[in-house]
């Protein structure tokens, strides 16, 4: 069974840029999750999806981050402009809604703001 | 607030030396304890799940126990391949929109040397 899939891998770019992450969930997972893990911490929750909709995105900065989930499927995690605090490595996990718990997550995409 | 804290930040042991990580919660309600395996450059990988004190799980050289404020997980006989980030994670039993969010500690880093 594939994993989560996430792209680009790393990303540089430079402050008041605009920046796009991509993840595609394993497949059948209803449930998706953006995280931002900054060096040194552990990953916090920026917004998750149940299907296309919204469950939760109260810790998402709504003036710069933004994220849909078209048909369910595949997930875009966008940042404008970005700011020198948003480097970070950002995660995206996805877990089967009706069978357990687990969230899987993918490799990350490390984004640099210089 | 849900809260995760992990002890010690950092942990060196020589092959074969066991010893064990902290990781104390403060959730309202726990649905689930969670650890989970972070390498460098990879996103975190699933070890165990912890549904209720008393409970333990075991994986090749590792034991994850839960009590009603912290999980420990035991390390036997560490080999240096045992060596990443060790990450511990909660979810809340809140219903609703709160479901299945993750909230992490900062992570355990432990190092192995041969």
């Known amino acids: 069974e594939a994993g989560v899939a996430q792209s680009p891998r790393y990303k540089i770019i430079e402050k008041r840029q605009s920046v796009a992450f991509w993840c595609n969930p394993i497949?059948?997972?209803?449930?998706l999750y953006w995280y931002q893990q900054i060096l040194g911490q552990g990953p916090k929750l920026l917004i998750q999806f149940q299907n296309n909709g919204v469950v939760d995105d109260s810790q998402l900065p709504k003036d710069r981050f933004s994220a849909e989930r078209l048909k369910g499927v595949d997930s875009t995690l966008k940042i404008q402009p970005a700011k020198l605090e948003d480097s970070a490595v950002y995660l995206c996990a996805s877990r089967d809604t009706h069978k357990a718990d687990t969230q899987y997550f993918g490799p990350g995409t490390r984004l640099t703001v210089l | 607030e849900d809260q995760v804290t992990q002890s010690p930040e950092a942990l060196r042991l020589q092959e074969g030396e066991s010893s064990s990580l902290n990781c104390s919660y403060t959730v309202s309600g726990l649905r689930g304890l969670f650890w989970y395996r972070q390498d460098p450059g990879k996103g975190p990988e699933f070890l165990f799940t912890l549904y209720s004190a008393g409970e333990e799980k075991e994986k090749e050289r590792l034991k994850a126990t839960l009590t009603k404020k912290e999980s420990f997980l035991h390390i036997t006989a560490p080999k240096p391949e045992d060596s990443a980030t060790y990450l511990c994670a909660a979810s809340a039993n809140a219903g609703g929109t709160s479901y299945g969010k993750l909230t992490f500690g900062q992570g355990t880093i432990l190092t192995v040397h041969p």
């Open positions: 497949s059948g997972h209803a449930t």
